[in-house]
């Protein structure tokens, strides 16, 4: 079975995901610079796919199965 999001929501130092699992999984702002530095209508432009997360205008990408392994970005934007 592919864990993914079905809904993504913010506050001001977190990044929440509603996982199909049944979990919901925080992780820092921090991790993502791209992220932690956008406007909140940025940050809700989020394109939920079967393996990840996208933010076209921001150009940033998440896998879910990174989140799960706790593995923050890889570079700083």
Do not use: Y
Not at 18 to 44: I, K, S, Y
Not at 55 to 62: F, M, P, T
Not at 69 to 74: E, I, R, S, V
Request: hydrophobic content about 50%; proline content about 8%.
């Amino acid at each position: 079975m592919t864990i993914s999001a079905h809904k993504v929501s913010f506050d001001d130092a977190t990044l929440w995901l509603a996982l199909t699992d049944g979990r919901t999984l925080g992780v820092p702002l921090v991790w993502f610079p791209r992220l932690l530095n956008a406007t909140p209508e940025q940050r809700e432009a989020v394109e939920i796919t079967p393996f990840g997360l996208h933010w076209a205008e921001l150009d940033e990408d998440i896998s879910i199965p990174a989140l799960l392994a706790g593995k923050p970005a890889t570079s700083a934007a």
